[in-house]
């Protein structure tokens, strides 16, 4: 709740400005795995597999509460966020070129260094029927690991799921999240088709304000710190105000120097007064004051009780 989190704020809005803060901070992360929230129902909700006989269990109550301990544990594995890396450089060094080598072969050679246990940005190259030696392409590298060291789920040739034309209708299905999980596995995380697939999903949950579809999910917290790169946080904003402190407190951290920001520390600003400064920075600013003039009555009744 807003209460709980003002004791954060000092610590989150006075982040260095010297350095942008990064996805992977732990400041960054604590406030993502906060307001991601932890509903267990959602997180063990069924998949389609095949079907087993059900099992009960008689407890008593202290192994009950255990059993809701370990199984609280094991959702904040579950909701592990996956990384946010910036899009990977592409590849285009050429090794030598080899005249003599021109017309020798109508098919390029590959060369591949396939020794276990050694990290998957191993050393690949490419012999062109040219002559010209290079090294393979992220693409090229990708399909190769693939056939040398398969990761189960992945396919050489990317599901036609991805394509744009068809996110549109997966999305029309409320699957964002089904998406996301396959593109986990599918792409690697510095790819430009991983970050291009992401924010396609990412951009058409805020559209249609459908934040919950991956709230309680491992994606919750990218969609938030995309949002909040983008400077597009104001309907997230809308939809979660009992976390949105949160929300802004993490806003001021990767913008300083907003207006809301710099107000907020003149101010010395917390707790539910942060969303009130907040419109200062707000395309939306009538909308904010009017959800928090509703929800500041129900939070003080909410506490008095």
């Known amino acids: 709740t ?19 803060p990064q996805f992977a901070d732990p400041a960054v992360q604590d406030i993502l795995s906060r307001i991601t929230g932890l509903d267990l129902e959602k997180v063990f909700r069924p998949i389609k597999q095949e079907l087993k006989l059900p099992e009960y269990k008689l407890m008593t109550d202290e192994q009950l509460n255990q059993a809701m301990k370990q199984a609280t544990e094991q959702a904040k594995k579950l909701l592990t966020m996956p990384p946010v ?10 090794l ?13 050679y590959v060369f591949t260094d396939i020794t276990y246990n050694i990290p998957h ?19 090229e590298r990708d399909r190769l690991i693939q056939v040398y060291f398969p990761k ?42 991983y970050i291009r697939v992401h924010a396609a999903t990412y951009e058409d949950l805020e559209k249609h304000g459908k934040y919950d579809l991956l709230r309680s999910t491992r994606h919750f917290g990218g969609m938030a710190w995309y949002l909040v790169n983008a400077r597009r946080v104001d309907g997230l904003i809308v939809d979660m105000l009992q976390d949105s402190v949160s929300l802004v407190s993490l806003f001021h951290m990767v913008h300083p120097h907003s207006e809301s920001a710099q107000e907020a520390a003149l101010q010395q600003a917390t707790g539910t007064d942060l969303l009130k400064v907040r419109p200062k920075e707000s395309q939306r600013a009538g909308y904010i004051e009017l959800a928090l003039q509703a929800f500041e009555p129900a939070a003080e009744k909410s506490t008095a009780t």
Not at 85 to 94: A, T
């Open 121 to 139: 940005r191993r050393f690949i190259v490419v012999r062109e029927p040219n002559g010209t030696l290079r090294k393979a392409t992220w693409e």
């Open 2 to 20: 807003c209460v709980n989190e003002t004791k954060h704020n000092s610590r989150y809005v006075s982040h260095s400005h010297n350095s942008k």
């Open 152 to 193: 189960e789920g992945r396919k050489l040739t990317p599901h036609h799921i991805f394509k744009d034309e068809n996110l549109k209708m997966v999305f029309s299905q409320d699957r964002h999240e089904d998406v996301l999980d396959l593109c986990l596995v599918q792409f690697e995380p510095d790819s430009s088709d």
């Open 85 to 94: 890396l910036p899009e990977r450089k592409p590849i285009d060094d050429v």
């Open 96 to 108: 030598s070129e080899d005249p003599i080598l021109d017309g020798m072969d109508t098919a390029k």
